[in-house]
């Protein structure tokens, strides 16, 4: 199965080569008012908040990385495991690998390891604009897993530079605005690590996203990747893209819908940054699935620091709980406040 394949060549060149971008999320640039003296004590942090309805134990997702391959079950039912023990959210990789080979799905079947989680399902909009789109197989594949919601993924530049990927996508809108009303579940849309530019989710708030993971540039680079598969030009748009912490403030202006920060996301106070930007979750990508690769010991430990970063960040912003994280001032520097001034 090419497809199959492709999953197990993507995860092998992740961890083999360099392929993140060389722009900078923006995390350095972003400054928090720190309490000098904060007269309170970490146990009284509270990281709890709610997310599709489901209240979640700190406001960390696990990010979709992988599915398809006989590699991708065990990493997924670690991951699964490590987000029902610290009660977060987690999403998985593609679902098209199970659409089209079924023989595939228990890739992907990792609800009995994480009852109660938010676990969100995943599909590329390179499927739904192909002829093997069929809104009753996607509607399948997300109950089998048991999905509480559904990330369609946006990632054109992938597409585009990858050998076999789609390089049309025409009707785009239309094709998410017919998911969005036919499943009874919230639809996300999310990038890849290029970001979303504001008339993009402008025009995917009408079309009945409930949610946008902004997916900027800073970490992997999914062109970079592919270069490495044997795309001609992936190195060049190694640095495509509007960094992740721009791309928050950018959006925030301008669409009232839930968002979450990924890409290029390192630690908890990434994390907290995300949330005072405008973020509601911060997701985790690269890091975890290096966890996850050492064994599950080490990505329980990866993720317990994350959360304990951002519960140390919030006691030193004097914010009990996320909501009042939420309402930290903030200062910028750098690159950052010279490109926020110009949105």
Same mark, same amino acid.
């Not at 604009?129 to 999905?147: F, M, P, Q, R, V």
């Not at 009303?181 to 890849?192: A, C, D, Q, S, T």
């Not at 996301?265 to 996850?292: H, M, R, W, Y």
């Not at 010991?297 to 990866?302: G, I, N, P, R, S």
């Given at each position: /199965?090419?497809?199959?394949?492709? %999953?197990?060549?993507?995860?092998?060149?992740?961890?083999?080569?360099?392929?993140?971008?060389?722009?900078?999320?923006?995390? =350095?640039?972003?400054?928090? /008012?720190?309490?000098?003296?904060?007269? =309170?004590?970490?146990?009284?942090?509270?990281?709890?908040?709610?997310?599709?309805?489901?209240?979640?134990?700190?406001?960390?997702?696990?990010?979709?990385?992988?599915?398809?391959?006989?590699?991708?079950?065990?990493?997924?039912?670690?991951?699964?495991?490590?987000?029902?023990?610290?009660?977060?959210?987690?999403?998985?990789?593609? !679902?098209?690998?199970?659409?089209?080979?079924?023989?595939? *799905?228990?890739?992907?079947?990792?609800?009995?390891?994480?009852?109660?989680?938010?676990?969100?399902?995943?599909?590329?909009?390179?499927?739904?604009?192909?002829?093997?789109?069929?809104? =009753?197989?996607?509607?399948?594949?997300?109950?089998?897993?048991?999905?509480?919601?559904?990330?369609?993924?946006?990632?054109?530049? !992938?597409?585009?530079?990858?050998?076999?990927?789609?390089?049309?996508?025409?009707?785009?809108? *239309?094709?998410? *605005?017919?998911?969005?009303?036919?499943?009874?579940?919230?639809?996300?849309?999310?990038?890849?690590?290029?970001?979303?530019?504001?008339?993009?989710?402008?025009?995917?708030?009408?079309?009945?996203?409930?949610?946008?993971?902004?997916?900027?540039?800073?970490?992997?680079?999914?062109?970079?990747?592919?270069?490495?598969?044997?795309?001609?030009?992936?190195?060049?748009?190694?640095?495509?893209?509007?960094?992740?912490?721009?791309?928050?403030?950018?959006?925030?202006?301008?669409?009232?819908?839930?968002?979450? *920060?990924?890409?290029?996301? %390192?630690?908890?106070? =990434?994390?907290?940054?995300?949330?005072?930007?405008?973020?509601?979750?911060?997701?985790?990508?690269?890091?975890?699935?290096?966890?996850?690769?050492?064994?599950?010991?080490?990505?329980?430990?990866?993720?317990? %620091?994350?959360?304990?970063?951002?519960?140390?960040? /919030?006691?030193?912003?004097?914010?009990?709980?996320?909501?009042?994280? !939420?309402?930290?001032?903030?200062?910028?520097?750098?690159?950052?406040?010279?490109?926020?001034? !110009?949105?």
């Amino acid at each position: /199965m090419a497809i199959k394949k492709r %999953k197990k060549e993507h995860l092998q060149i992740i961890q083999k080569f360099n392929t993140a971008s060389n722009l900078s999320a923006g995390f =350095d640039d972003v400054i928090l /008012m720190p309490k000098s003296l904060p007269e =309170d004590t970490i146990d009284n942090i509270d990281t709890g908040c709610s997310f599709l309805g489901k209240k979640l134990g700190a406001p960390i997702l696990i990010s979709s990385m992988t599915g398809g391959t006989e590699e991708a079950c065990e990493i997924n039912a670690m991951f699964a495991r490590v987000a029902n023990k610290y009660n977060i959210a987690l999403s998985v990789g593609s !679902q098209k690998a199970m659409i089209k080979f079924p023989s595939l *799905s228990y890739t992907y079947e990792i609800r009995k390891y994480a009852p109660d989680i938010l676990l969100i399902g995943n599909i590329g909009i390179d499927y739904l604009l192909s002829n093997d789109y069929n809104i =009753d197989k996607l509607k399948e594949a997300i109950k089998k897993i048991g999905a509480d919601a559904v990330f369609i993924h946006i990632n054109p530049l !992938q597409e585009l530079v990858q050998l076999e990927g789609a390089k049309d996508f025409r009707g785009a809108i *239309s094709k998410i *605005s017919e998911v969005c009303h036919n499943l009874k579940i919230p639809v996300l849309i999310k990038e890849v690590g290029y970001g979303i530019d504001p008339n993009t989710a402008k025009k995917l708030k009408n079309a009945g996203v409930y949610a946008i993971d902004v997916a900027g540039s800073g970490g992997t680079s999914w062109a970079t990747v592919e270069g490495y598969r044997g795309a001609r030009s992936g190195e060049t748009f190694r640095d495509w893209g509007i960094p992740t912490v721009l791309d928050l403030l950018a959006l925030k202006k301008v669409v009232k819908l839930p968002l979450i *920060s990924s890409g290029g996301l %390192k630690t908890g106070a =990434d994390a907290a940054k995300s949330i005072v930007v405008g973020a509601e979750l911060a997701g985790f990508a690269k890091k975890l699935l290096d966890g996850a690769m050492t064994g599950e010991v080490h990505l329980d430990w990866e993720v317990n %620091k994350i959360i304990s970063e951002l519960k140390t960040t /919030m006691l030193l912003v004097g914010a009990k709980n996320v909501k009042h994280l !939420q309402n930290t001032k903030y200062l910028l520097k750098g690159d950052l406040k010279v490109l926020r001034d !110009q949105l």
